[in-house]
């Protein structure tokens, strides 16, 4: 297996701008932790929008050097010529383009190797040591839940405050995939879900007891929440008792929704949960929102 060690620390990536592109980078870090999750198929990966969420949110930590939006296909597409998988089309044949790639033929060495705790880390551990910046390094141990190991190369280019914001920028992405995930990329209040390759997933992961005040970013002080849901919530507009079920409100707000459910029409309600129980909502956090948020509390 060391032949795919040498793989991960030979990437053909773009350095015209100085840096290397983190794109095939940052992929390799999304399969491998669908690996550690038991979610990486054994023979073809497709690209989806829930792979394009994780992608996009693992971007997060190196957004700051890139002014264009990245595209998933690209990396998606071009880590072929590494060896890691065969990109193919919507009919299964060889894919030409990025723009026709819809799956990746798994190479089934790749496969055993990403299954393997300890290669799948080391492997990690090159990945981002090799191709990233000092704070995001940092960032990206946190998120994949790795320590450090050489703290002079990783973090002595940092000032503390830098190394403090690279951390909880790692949190937060972890907190992010973890909570969007667990919902299944769908709205906690209205059930509604929307993804696409383009933006990922149309929830947000909204906290409970905020975090400003809590400084938590625990899954189970996370619900997914839409736009609109999100907006509501964090106005205390509505909240959630200790049985799930939805309290709103009412006599604080106007509202007229010709074309959708009215909030005080989830009034009594449960909120969709997790298939984990282990992810559902701290009773905790959620005295805390009834208590300091909730408008009508």
Request: contains cysteine; hydrophobic residues 40%; aromatic residues 10%.
């Amino acid at each position: 297996m060391e032949q795919w060690l040498a793989k991960f620390a030979r990437l053909r990536v773009d350095r015209a701008r100085g840096d290397p592109a983190p794109h095939k980078p940052l992929l390799l870090l999304v399969a491998l932790e669908l690996a550690e999750q038991g979610q990486l198929p054994e023979d073809v990966l497709s690209l989806s929008p829930e792979l394009a969420f994780r992608f996009l949110t693992f971007w997060n930590v190196v957004a700051h050097r890139r002014t264009q939006p990245p595209d998933v296909r690209l990396p998606f597409h071009y880590l072929q010529s590494d060896g890691f998988w065969s990109a193919l089309d919507e009919n299964n044949k060889s894919s030409p383009d990025k723009r026709l790639t819809r799956y990746a033929a798994l190479n089934e060495e790749f496969v055993a190797f990403a299954k393997d705790p300890v290669l799948r880390d080391k492997a990690r551990r090159i990945l981002i040591e090799k191709y990233f910046q000092p704070a995001e390094r940092v960032a990206l141990y946190s998120l994949v839940g790795l320590h450090v190991t050489d703290e002079k190369d990783s973090i002595a280019e940092t000032i503390d405050n830098a190394v403090y914001y690279a951390r909880q920028q790692g949190r937060e992405a972890r907190f992010r995939l973890t909570v969007v995930a667990a919902y299944d990329y769908a709205c906690a209040l209205t059930n509604y879900r929307l993804t696409t390759i383009d933006a990922g997933s149309i929830v947000d992961a909204a906290h409970i007891h905020q975090f400003a005040d809590s400084r938590n970013n625990d899954a189970r002080n996370g619900l997914a929440l839409s736009k609109n849901a999100h907006w509501l919530f964090d106005q205390g507009l509505w909240t959630i008792a200790d049985d799930y079920t939805v309290i709103v409100a009412i006599g604080q707000f106007t509202e007229q929704s010709p074309d959708q459910k009215a909030l005080r029409d989830y009034h009594g309600q449960k909120i969709r949960l997790p298939k984990d129980p282990v992810l559902w909502p701290n009773p905790i956090h959620l005295a805390w929102h009834r208590k300091n948020k909730f408008q009508d509390a």
